[in-house]
């Protein structure tokens, strides 16, 4: 473990959870990666976001799957896109990202609690 932060902290980081529209290759990225178009519902609408997901993943695969993501980062540029939201994973044993994802369908938008 890191460091402990307190409940407050954990409060202010907003986890939701999406479904990825559209998926795109992205030849400008440092490393393989994906631009995602992912629709989070009616409050907060469709963001954009890169993610280094294309070992485990084909765009194929990821159209219409529901992916876990924070949505209150500032925007990042990154190479010639604008990542709107940081979508989550862990890294198996290679260092490849594996995607948060949830158990069951939900509602777009729907907030970690």
Known sequence: MDKLISWEDFEQVDLRVGTILEVSDFPKARRPAYQLHIDF??????????????????????????VVAVVNFPKKQIANFMSECLVTGFEDEHGEIVLTSVEQQVPNGSKLK
């Open 41 to 66: 519902g009616p409050e907060i609408g469709i963001l954009k976001s890169s993610a280094q997901i294309t070992y485990h993943y084909t765009k194929e695969t990821l159209v219409g799957r529901q």
